[in-house]
């Protein structure tokens, strides 16, 4: 593939997981006995792109769906949410993954994921794609699922041998166990992966898995160990930890009615990156990230859900009014 050569570099490029989420309308209740869904794009790697699209970044996805009707609707809602398709390939022997949840608020919402043999977006090969062009990206964030199968592994250190460990070089520590064949593979490709990257983000449970540590001070100090040059460890209600070789910045958890937790890490890292790329404070911008994900929290979808920056800037005004 060859970039058109009057487009300046992404602000964002993502890799990763694209879908259709079927998430019940129902609360409370298993799938068996749920009787309405909701039908909603989803992916983390493409819900982190359309929250840097609500915050006016440039953004593209590198992915793949299915020749079916359900690629059809993740590729029309991917284009209506502002980001760019491009390197979204289709893959006619594939069927777009499909991936269903139950709602148990506030903190129990388990995923039951279809995508077997293969999802497409696992099946990404760099020889069809325009490595150059994604690895300019001002940011490149990817994801440890990303990690766990050929070709799409050997695709992701492609980018990164380009990019050279460029600053904003991001890696979701995104660890799902059903896309693995031990824990242990999985700490060896993030170890692997962690020396190619400039930012890591996770929560404490993919910290174990990546690192080996669950304490939020020794897991931040783990991953910087690896070279990172921005430690980020969520904590869910608690918070958020952040370290650099020079700072440590801890806030606390903003707190909201919670009516869907999924998709609330993809729009804390679609805010990390817009306070990333305006060279905000630290602790500015992991406040505004805190509210954005708080935000999608309160929202039963997950990519639809992704707040503007007017919005979080709005909560974070109404949160201070409040707590003088």
């Not at 809602?77 to 991936?99: A, C, S, W």
Request: hydrophobic share 45%.
């Amino acid at each position: 593939m060859t970039r058109r050569p009057a487009d300046p570099p992404f602000d964002l490029v993502t890799i990763g997981r694209i879908g259709v989420d079927i998430y019940p309308l129902q609360d409370g209740v298993g799938l068996e006995d749920a009787e309405t869904f909701g039908k909603y794009l989803g992916g983390s790697a493409t819900n982190v792109a359309i929250a840097g699209a609500r915050h006016g970044l440039r953004t593209a996805v590198v992915t793949a769906t299915g020749a079916d009707p359900f690629g059809r609707f993740a590729r029309r809602e991917l284009v209506r949410l502002g980001v760019d398709d491009r390197f979204v390939r289709t893959m006619p022997e594939l069927k777009t993954p499909v991936t269903f949840c139950e709602i148990f608020p506030p903190d129990n919402f388990p995923l039951y994921f279809y995508r077997d043999p293969i999802a497409p977006d696992l099946a990404i090969d760099a020889a069809d794609l325009d490595v150059a062009a994604i690895s300019e990206a001002r940011i490149f964030w990817a994801t440890v699922t990303g990690l766990s199968r050929e070709p799409s592994r050997a695709t992701h250190h492609a980018v990164w041998t380009a990019r050279g460990r460029a600053p904003m070089t991001i890696l979701d520590l995104d660890y799902r166990p059903m896309f693995w064949p031990s824990p242990a593979q999985a700490t060896a490709e993030v170890g692997k992966a962690l020396e190619r990257v400039t930012v890591a983000v996770g929560n404490r449970e993919e910290c174990a898995i990546a690192v080996g540590e669950t304490d939020p001070h020794r897991a931040a100090d783990a991953l910087l160990a690896h070279g990172v040059e921005l430690a980020v460890v969520k904590q869910g209600p608690r918070g958020v930890l952040a370290k650099t070789a020079d700072e440590t910045v801890e806030i606390p958890g903003h707190r909201v009615k919670v009516v869907n937790g999924l998709g609330a890490g993809d729009g804390f890292g679609g805010a990390l990156c817009l306070g990333l790329l305006r060279g905000w404070p630290l602790e500015t911008i992991l406040r505004f990230a805190n509210v954005a994900g708080a935000s999608v929290a309160t929202r039963r979808e997950c990519s639809t859900a992704m707040p503007t920056t007017a919005e979080v800037e709005d909560a974070m005004e109404e949160f201070d009014r409040a707590h003088p």
